[in-house]
């Protein structure tokens, strides 16, 4: 389930940063240098989904087996 929240969490984050105003990007920008994040909106939306996609592969075999005994 937590591996959903990060897959939901992206297509989220990446269906309003789509959806955004230039002058909000430009804000979101100016915030992330002045506080020293050296990432960009797309690496993040690009990790969460790969977070939720490697949690899934490694809890799988475990909720497989917590299913079948």
């Keep these: 389930m937590i591996g959903v929240w990060?897959?939901?969490?992206?297509?989220?984050?990446?269906?309003?940063?789509?959806?955004?105003s230039e002058n909000?990007?430009?804000?979101?920008?100016?915030?992330?240098?002045?506080s020293g994040?050296?990432?960009?909106?797309?690496?993040?939306?690009?990790t969460l989904i790969k977070i939720g996609i490697i949690y899934y592969i490694l809890v799988a075999p475990v909720v497989l087996y917590l299913l079948v005994t």
């Design 24 to 34: 909000f990007k430009d804000y979101v920008r100016f915030r992330q240098i002045k």
């Design 6 to 20: 990060f897959i939901f969490g992206a297509l989220l984050n990446f269906l309003f940063w789509q959806v955004s």
């Design 37 to 46: 994040w050296g990432y960009e909106i797309k690496q993040q939306i690009s």
